[in-house]
């Protein structure tokens, strides 16, 4: 068996509001950083699995994120995954 | 009838469910632990409000995976009744046993207040004994409260008549200005395709009592009791 690290982003859908972004998107202003716009805002996930191999370790990842991790109806989600 | 009240760690909406049922309305009512299996063969299962599991990673996610989940999700595909509320209703989406999802409300602000709701269909285990142009005047306690649902989700739920409340105003208007959370199209409330699932944010156990001042929440237990007896 080996051990992967995956690094997953979740991230609100693009057609979704997310206040959290356009809040910190408004105080960007406030620091002088004008140019600064649309921040969106998501999770950072990380975690270690267990596999044969790398393919087998991302569909692990796969149905972690679909199943709990991101919620599809609201989020996207994507992962790069590495040996460890 | 007899009803089973869900309790996950972090519920704390429980007690108040249990005090409706058995001591407003008179049921047999047994809390059910959400490590267990075994569902008592209760006729009605509740979803307590409350912050299941801390709200990590999102608002009912870690609940849906409990235990007793996989029995409540078994229940529900076999037709049973299951109503959350707030927490419930989140954990009933993330179960899938739901449409939608529930989003931050759009100030960013967890709201604790009295708001005002119509509901939109009599055609429901819920709102069967509410008249349509009754407006309820029930409280509200979440911060994830803003229900969002895909265009042709939407779509669905209206063309379904699967809205079961609404927000408004004092008047009965359901206008932007009564929307507490931003959800999409003032929705406080759904059921599922087959009509025995039911979700809300509102709490109407909060307003069942005499001695809290308000019993507008007193219709919604009524029509349940009265369909499911029936």
Same mark, same amino acid.
């Given at each position: 068996?080996?051990?992967?690290?995956?690094?997953?982003?979740?991230?609100?859908?693009?057609?979704?509001?997310?206040?959290?972004?356009?809040?910190?998107?408004?105080?960007?202003?406030?620091? %002088?950083?004008?140019?600064?716009?649309?921040?969106?805002?998501?999770?950072?996930?990380?975690?270690?699995?267990?596999?044969?191999?790398? /393919?087998?370790?991302?569909?692990?990842?796969?149905?972690?994120?679909?199943?709990?991790? *991101?919620?599809?109806?609201?989020?996207?989600?994507?992962?790069?995954?590495?040996?460890? | 009838?007899?009803? %089973?009240?869900?309790?996950?760690?972090?519920?704390?909406?429980?007690?108040? #469910?249990?005090?409706?049922?058995?001591? &407003?309305?008179?049921?047999?009512?047994?809390?059910?632990?959400?490590?267990?299996?075994?569902?008592?063969?209760?006729?009605?299962?509740? #979803?307590?409000?409350?912050?299941?599991?801390?709200?990590?990673?999102?608002?009912?996610?870690? *609940?849906?995976?409990?235990?007793?989940?996989?029995?409540? &999700?078994?229940?529900?595909?076999?037709?049973?009744?299951?109503?959350?509320?707030?927490?419930?209703?989140?954990?009933?989406?993330?179960?899938? !046993?739901?449409?939608?999802?529930?989003?931050?409300?759009?100030?960013?602000?967890?709201?604790?207040?009295?708001?005002?709701?119509?509901?939109?269909?009599?055609?429901?285990?819920?709102?069967?004994?509410? *008249?349509?142009?009754?407006?309820?005047?029930?409280? &509200?306690?979440?911060?994830?409260?803003?229900?969002?649902?895909?265009?042709?989700?939407?779509? +669905?739920?209206?063309?379904?008549?699967?809205?079961?409340? +609404?927000?408004?105003?004092?008047?009965?208007?359901?206008?932007?200005?009564?929307?507490?959370? %931003?959800?999409? /199209?003032?929705?406080?409330?759904?059921?599922?395709?087959?009509?025995?699932?039911?979700?809300?944010?509102?709490?109407?156990? +909060?307003?069942?009592?005499?001695? !809290?001042?308000?019993?507008?929440? #007193?219709?919604?237990?009524?029509?349940?009791?009265?369909?499911?007896?029936?």
């Amino acid at each position: 068996m080996k051990k992967f690290l995956a690094e997953i982003d979740v991230m609100p859908l693009k057609e979704i509001l997310d206040p959290q972004g356009k809040a910190v998107t408004g105080s960007m202003k406030n620091l %002088g950083l004008p140019e600064i716009s649309n921040v969106r805002i998501g999770r950072h996930i990380t975690l270690e699995v267990e596999a044969e191999n790398k /393919e087998a370790a991302s569909e692990k990842v796969e149905t972690a994120c679909k199943k709990l991790l *991101a919620n599809l109806i609201m989020e996207s989600y994507n992962f790069e995954i590495k040996e460890i | 009838m007899k009803v %089973g009240v869900v309790v996950f760690p972090g519920s704390n909406c429980d007690q108040d #469910l249990i005090y409706v049922f058995d001591k &407003i309305l008179g049921q047999e009512v047994v809390p059910l632990w959400h490590k267990d299996h075994d569902l008592q063969n209760v006729d009605f299962i509740a #979803l307590p409000g409350g912050f299941s599991f801390g709200d990590y990673l999102r608002s009912g996610a870690i *609940a849906r995976f409990s235990p007793i989940m996989q029995e409540v &999700i078994a229940f529900a595909n076999k037709g049973g009744y299951v109503m959350g509320i707030c927490n419930g209703f989140q954990i009933l989406t993330e179960a899938g !046993l739901l449409p939608g999802g529930l989003l931050h409300n759009t100030n960013r602000k967890f709201i604790c207040k009295n708001v005002y709701l119509k509901a939109q269909t009599q055609n429901s285990l819920v709102t069967s004994a509410i *008249a349509s142009n009754q407006v309820l005047n029930i409280p &509200i306690a979440h911060g994830e409260g803003n229900f969002y649902a895909h265009a042709d989700e939407l779509k +669905r739920l209206n063309d379904n008549d699967q809205v079961l409340f +609404r927000y408004c105003d004092a008047a009965g208007n359901i206008t932007e200005e009564a929307n507490p959370n %931003g959800s999409i /199209e003032n929705i406080a409330g759904v059921c599922n395709a087959s009509r025995n699932v039911f979700g809300m944010m509102p709490h109407p156990e +909060r307003a069942a009592d005499a001695i !809290l001042g308000n019993q507008d929440g #007193l219709p919604l237990f009524e029509s349940i009791l009265k369909m499911v007896n029936a």
